[in-house]
């Protein structure tokens, strides 16, 4: 399996997940819709911030040039596009049936706009953790072939 249809798959579900689960939150909490629309925003982006950090990291070891190193910009891209109009087209499924409420939005909302935010939620955080776990890589290898 490629390694960006995983993380299209793993991050769609996630996604899905998180708002059938907010769905059902502000069934029977609906005054405390704000902290939860945070939360479940912050655990997307911590799951993208995570493993493109964890990217970022592997790659930088695996291969110590920068010039060298593999394209994960065009890998986070695929997956995110993916991922977004997934959780899009399974999120509309879902709300045909009876206990789940993703909002009531139709097809065309869920595979422009909706899709859109997701891309860009994934997209952006993955690349700065791919950065950050770059740099972090790139400072361990300099402290270890510095001498003392």
């Known amino acids: ?11 769609g579900a ?18 405390h819709g704000a902290w939860m629309r945070a939360l479940a925003l912050i655990v997307l982006v911590a799951a993208a911030l995570y493993w493109g950090f964890l990217d970022g990291r592997k790659d930088r070891t695996a291969q110590p040039d920068p010039d060298r190193g593999t394209d994960l910009t065009l890998l986070w891209l695929k997956a995110a596009v993916v991922a977004g ?14 206990k789940f409420d993703l909002g009531d939005n139709g097809l065309l909302f869920e595979l422009t706009a909706a899709a859109a935010f997701i891309v860009l939620l994934i997209f952006i955080f993955a690349l700065i953790g791919v950065g950050i776990g770059r740099a972090l890589a790139d400072r361990a290898a300099s402290k270890q072939s510095t001498p003392a």
């Open 85 to 98: 109009v997934g959780s899009g087209l399974a999120a509309w499924l879902l709300d045909w049936l009876p």
């Open 14 to 31: 996630l996604v899905v997940v998180l708002r059938a689960a907010l769905g059902f939150a502000m069934v029977y909490w609906p005054t």
């Open 1 to 11: 399996m490629n390694a960006w249809v995983l993380r299209a798959i793993v991050l």
